[in-house]
C-alpha cells in the first residue's frame, strides 16, 4: 500500500472494531502506513472485508473474532499474538437517555461494551507490549468525557472512563516504554449516524443530518478518516513524547463550551 508517509513499517497494530465506521478508517489508515493490522471484531465477517481491501492494496491484515466484553473470549484473541506494538481500543456502542430514561440493562449493555471491552484490551494488550520493548496504545473517548451532552448519561459515563483508563495506563507504565493517549472526537459522520437518523426520524433525514452537522461549529460532522489521521500519528514515532493526553477533535465544540 501507499501513504505519503510510511511512519509504522514493521509495526504490528490491533484494532479492536475495525471492521467499520472509525475502526475500518483506522485500520486502513495504519495499514497503508506500513503497521500489520490485525482486526479484531465480535464477528469474522464483520472484519473480513477491510481486511481484503488492505490486502488488496498490498497491505498485511488479518481478523480475530473476539468479544470485547469477555474476559476469556478477549484472552483467548490474544494468546497467539506474538508482537503487539500498537492498540487502538475503538469498539463501542451508543446509548441515548437521560438518568431516568436509562435502565440498568442499559447502563450494563455499555459497561460491558466501552468500559470493561477497553479495560480487556488494556489488560491484556499491555501485558503482551510488556513482552517486547514497550508501544503505543491509542484509546477512543470522546467529547462526552469532558463535556455534558444532553441525553447522554450512559454513554458520558463510558467514555469518562475511557479518559481516566488512559490517564492511568499512562502513568503506570511511562518508565516501562509504552504510551497511552486517547482521542475525543464530537460527531462522525459514519454509517451508525445515518441509521440512528434513519431510525428515529422517518422522512426527515436530510433535515436532521443538516442539523446534527451544524451543531459542531465548523459546520460539518467529522471524517472518519480524520479520526484515523490523528490516531496514526499518535502511534507513530512522531508522537514519541507524547502520552497521558487527551486529543479533542470536535470542529471547535469545546471551543464554545
Same mark, same amino acid.
Given at each position: ?25 483506522? *485500520? ?17 465477517? =464483520? ?12 497491505? *498485511? ?14 484472552? =483467548? ?33 455499555? !459497561? ?6 477497553? &479495560? ?21 473517548? *470522546? ?11 450512559? !454513554? ?44 428515529? !426520524? ?10 446534527? =452537522? ?21 502511534? *507513530? ?9 487527551? &486529543? ?10
Amino acid at each position: 500500500m501507499k501513504s505519503e508517509k510510511q511512519r509504522l513499517t514493521g509495526k504490528h497494530a490491533l484494532v479492536t472494531g475495525g471492521g467499520s465506521g472509525i475502526g475500518r478508517a483506522i *485500520s486502513l489508515r495504519l495499514a497503508a502506513e506500513g503497521a500489520q493490522v490485525i482486526i479484531l471484531e465480535l464477528r469474522a465477517e =464483520s472484519g473480513e472485508q477491510v481486511a481484503a481491501e488492505i490486502r488488496a492494496a498490498g497491505g *498485511s491484515a488479518r481478523v480475530i473474532a473476539a468479544d470485547v466484553g469477555d474476559t476469556g473470549s478477549m484472552r =483467548s484473541a490474544f494468546a497467539p499474538i506474538e508482537r503487539l506494538d500498537i492498540l487502538v481500543n475503538n469498539a463501542g456502542i451508543a446509548h441515548v437517555g437521560d438518568v431516568l430514561g436509562t435502565t440498568p440493562e442499559d447502563l450494563d449493555r455499555i !459497561y460491558r461494551v466501552n468500559v470493561r471491552g477497553v &479495560y480487556h484490551g488494556l489488560h491484556f494488550g499491555v501485558a503482551k507490549m510488556l513482552e517486547g520493548k514497550g508501544g503505543a496504545i491509542v484509546n477512543l473517548a *470522546s467529547i462526552v468525557s469532558k463535556l455534558a451532552v444532553e441525553d447522554r448519561f450512559a !454513554y458520558g459515563m463510558s467514555k469518562g472512563a475511557v479518559l481516566t483508563m488512559t490517564l492511568s495506563v499512562a502513568r503506570d507504565f511511562i518508565d516501562r516504554g509504552i504510551r497511552c493517549n486517547c482521542v475525543c472526537p464530537a460527531r462522525v459522520h459514519t454509517p451508525f449516524v445515518d441509521g440512528f437518523i434513519a431510525k428515529n !426520524y422517518p422522512g426527515r433525514e436530510q433535515e436532521m443530518f443538516e442539523k446534527l =452537522s451544524a451543531a459542531q461549529p465548523i459546520g460539518r460532522m467529522g471524517r472518519p478518516e480524520e479520526i484515523a489521521a490523528l490516531v496514526a500519528f499518535l502511534c *507513530s514515532d512522531e508522537a514519541g513524547f507524547i502520552t497521558g493526553s487527551a &486529543y479533542d477533535i470536535d470542529g471547535g465544540v469545546t471551543l464554545l463550551r
